[in-house]
C-alpha cells in the first residue's frame, strides 16, 4: 500500500516542467524558507514572539534528533534505491524512514502554531507541501513522511507540556540577545549624534 501510494505521487511527476520545477524548489528549499521566517520574527516580533521562535526552532531540532534515532533502529532504503529509478533531485542513499525535511518543517510550524495560530497555520501548509514534494521527487515514501508528522506532533506538545521548565531558559536567551542587541544600538545612536 505504501509503495502504491508513493507511485501515486511520484508518477505525477515528469508530465510538467513547471509543476517539477516548483517542487524540487519546495523540496530544496522550503527549509530555509522556514528559517529565514523565524529570523525576520526573532529580529522584528516583540518578547512573546521571540518566545515562540525559540520555541519552534527547538522543537525542530528535537524532531530531527529523534529522528537520527528513530533511523537507528529502523533502517529503510529511499525509494529510488529499492526500485531502482532516477529522483527528480540526486540524493544520498541515507535513510528514508522519516523524512528530516518533513520533520523539521512540521516540527517548526506545529510549535509555532500553538503559539500564534495566524503564523502557524501558513507554515502548516508549507510543512505539508514540503513532505509532498518529497515524494513527488521521489526521495520518500508516503509513510516516511506520515512517520515524520507525528514525530513532529510528540516533540511539540512534549516541548509545549514542559514550557513552564524551560521558560527560565528562553527568557533568559531573550534577554541576554536584547541587552547585547539595544547595547550595540545604543552606542550607534550616540556615534551619530556626535
Do not use: C
Request: glycine fraction near 6%; proline fraction near 5%; charge should be positive.
Amino acid at each position: 500500500m505504501n509503495y502504491n501510494l508513493f507511485k501515486s505521487i511520484h508518477n505525477l511527476s515528469g508530465h510538467n516542467h513547471t509543476l517539477d520545477n516548483f517542487m524540487v524548489f519546495i523540496t530544496n528549499d522550503a527549509i530555509y524558507i522556514f528559517a529565514l521566517a523565524l529570523i525576520a520574527l526573532w529580529l522584528f516580533g516583540g518578547k512573546s514572539m521571540k518566545r515562540a521562535v525559540l520555541y519552534a526552532g527547538g522543537t525542530g531540532l528535537l524532531g530531527l534528533v529523534m529522528n537520527v534515532l528513530i533511523a537507528k533502529v529502523h533502517y529503510e532504503p529511499r525509494p529510488f534505491v529499492t526500485h531502482h529509478f532516477i529522483p527528480l533531485i540526486p540524493h544520498s542513499n541515507d535513510p528514508s524512514f522519516p523524512s528530516d525535511h518533513s520533520t523539521g518543517s512540521f516540527a517548526i510550524a506545529i510549535a509555532m502554531w500553538l503559539r500564534n495560530k495566524k503564523i502557524g497555520i501558513p507554515m502548516f501548509i508549507l510543512a505539508i507541501l514540503t513532505g509532498f514534494s518529497r515524494i513527488w521527487a521521489g526521495l520518500h515514501y508516503p509513510l516516511d513522511v506520515l512517520a515524520s508528522l507525528i514525530v513532529a506532533i510528540i516533540v511539540s506538545l512534549v516541548t509545549y507540556k514542559l514550557s513552564g521548565l524551560l521558560d527560565p531558559i528562553v527568557n533568559v536567551v531573550i534577554t541576554v540577545f536584547d541587552s547585547i542587541f539595544k547595547r550595540k544600538s545604543g552606542k550607534h545612536e550616540k556615534s551619530q549624534s556626535k
